[in-house]
Nanobody, 122 residues
Framework: QVQVVESGGGLVQPGGSLTLSCAASGNDVSIYGMGWYRQVPGKERELVAD???????KYADSVKGRFTISRDNANNTVALQMNSLKSEDTAVYYCNVDLGRDLRGRPWREYWGQGTQVTVSS
């Protein structure tokens, strides 16, 4: 079992910055992928950014150039630095971790955090 805990959400003005943090813990666990998703009411949860163990990253087109994902493999933590925030970034952000993926990139075992609200508003 893996526990996933996020922190760092809150209210920020448009154009501002915010950093989300996430820590995964569990006995003898080896985390492969770590990522951030977001969801607004009435819409599906969407990938924001993803980083695998070798440091390869993937971003949603809507956040490229504004958000940066990073991870600390030794401590199983991942952070999302969000700059130039827009009102459309308002959502509940979820941390996701997986223990490995199949050949199509789908995680075979994944865990989610409880979510943290990010509100971008003046």
């Amino acid at each position: 079992q893996v526990q996933v805990v996020e922190s760092g959400g809150g209210l920020v003005q448009p154009g501002g910055s915010l950093t989300l943090s996430c820590a995964a813990s569990g006995n003898d666990v080896s985390i492969y992928g770590m990522g951030w998703y977001r969801q607004v009411p009435g819409k599906e949860r969407e990938l924001v950014a993803d980083i695998i163990k070798n440091g390869k990253t993937k971003y949603a087109d809507s956040v490229k150039g504004r958000f940066t994902i990073s991870r600390d493999n030794a401590n199983n933590t991942v952070a999302l630095q969000m700059n130039s925030l827009k009102s459309e970034d308002t959502a509940v952000y979820y941390c996701n971790v997986d223990l490995g993926r199949d050949l199509r990139g789908r995680p075979w075992r994944e865990y989610w955090g409880q979510g943290t609200q990010v509100t971008v508003s003046s």
